[in-house]
């Protein structure tokens, strides 16, 4: 089970930090990719950052530089820092999770991941 939290409303230029704590399953030693998805108003869902189980990060260029994703193994957590957020990042935010499909492929919407969280709604006022 992946339960995200930490969504927020904020204004144009701040920062807030998302979390993503699975349960029943370990994020360490297992090798679990695991990343982040959003689907903004009117728009289909989108892979935003990914987390390797080697700990290694990918991101799309949209968030890439503002955008900071990490994940804590002991505390079974994935976190995603936003920084410098804008109206266009104001999105429902999905934490994912796979065995098989890379971190790096969920990035580019090569693959769909097995395991998904029900959500944290991010807005972003101007």
């Known amino acids: 089970q992946l339960v995200e939290s930490g969504g927020d409303s904020v204004q144009s230029g701040g920062s807030l930090t998302l979390s993503c704590v699975a349960s029943?399953?370990?994020?360490?030693?297992?090798?679990?990719?695991m990343a982040w998805f959003r689907q903004r108003p009117g728009k289909k869902l989108e892979p935003v950052a990914g987390v390797g189980s080697d700990a290694s990060a990918v991101y799309v260029p949209s968030v890439k530089g503002r955008f900071v994703a990490s994940k804590d193994n002991a505390k079974n957590t994935l976190y995603l820092r936003m920084n410098a957020v804008t109206p266009e990042d104001t999105a429902m935010y999905r934490c994912?999770?796979?065995?098989?499909?890379?971190?790096?492929?969920?990035?580019?919407?090569?693959?769909?991941?097995?395991?998904w969280g029900q959500g944290t709604q991010v807005t972003v006022s101007s």
């Open positions: 994912v999770a796979d065995v098989l499909c890379s971190a790096a492929r969920m990035v580019t919407d090569s693959c769909v991941p097995a395991y």
């Open positions: 029943g399953r370990s994020v360490s030693g297992d090798p679990y990719e």
